[in-house]
């Protein structure tokens, strides 16, 4: 199984600060990796996929980098509307047994 | 507009069965492998199954194996779950959601409460 592990755990930042998660892969995944954001009561919504690439409709602050184990969403200029929790999820393997990290919830300081 | 509406969770006692449907509408359902997710009160994301275009390969998560049957109706454009004897740790809402990689649709879920 994959493991994947998310850094901080908790990430307090002002608005229209930049914020920088972390994801790390127990083992090389590639580029097959997306993150999604939620919110509360609400379900998950694709922001990144193929390590880098915007899901539609997702604004030009959300930028997503890294190959092989080590990951990273960045947010420039937080706005209200992005507090929330963060997700990883690794697609790479075969056969296709998915993984997630534990969260990053990103909280205004 | 793609739309995905679960359906059938509740209250169940431990040892017993749920099934949960997954109406799909908007996209070309017998295209993309499917999945479904979970999430306890509380806690993250957990992957928890998906399934082929056709039906012909499903995959599992370790604590689902053998209570659990992913299957789905391309017919009727539908997913379901299976659950059989289910315990207090498969309390979660859950979700289903589009493709087997990345997951780029999801519905809004449907809470299962296993419990006596």
């Known amino acids: 199984e994959i493991v994947m592990t998310q850094s901080p755990a908790t990430l307090s930042v002002s608005l229209g600060e930049r914020a920088t998660l972390s994801c790390r892969a127990s083992?090389?995944?590639?580029?097959?990796l997306a993150w999604y954001q939620q919110k509360p009561g609400q379900a998950p919504r694709l922001l990144i996929y193929?390590?880098?690439t915007r899901a539609t409709g997702i604004p030009a602050r959300f930028s997503g980098s890294g190959s092989g184990t080590e990951f990273t969403l960045t947010i420039s200029s937080l706005q209200s509307e992005d507090f929330a929790v963060y997700y990883c999820q690794q697609y790479n393997n075969w056969p296709p047994l998915r993984t997630f990290g534990q969260g990053t919830k990103l909280e205004i300081k | 507009e793609v739309q995905l509406v679960e359906s059938g969770g509740g209250l169940v006692q431990p040892g017993g069965s749920l099934r949960l449907s997954c109406a799909a509408s908007g996209f070309t359902f017998s295209n993309y492998w499917m999945t479904w997710v979970r999430q306890a009160p509380g806690k993250g994301l957990e992957w928890v199954a998906n399934?082929?275009?056709?039906?012909?390969?499903?995959y599992y998560v370790d604590s689902v194996k053998g209570r659990f049957t992913i299957s789905r109706d391309n017919a009727k454009n539908s997913l379901y779950l299976q659950m059989n004897s289910l315990r207090a740790e498969d309390t979660a809402v859950y979700y289903c959601?589009?493709?087997?990689?990345?997951?780029?649709?999801w519905g809004q879920g449907t809470l299962v409460t296993v419990s006596s």
């Open positions: 193929g390590a880098s």
């Open positions: 083992q090389s995944v590639s580029s097959n």
């Open positions: 399934i082929k275009q056709d039906g012909s390969e499903k």
């Open positions: 959601a589009s493709r087997g990689g990345n997951l780029d649709n």
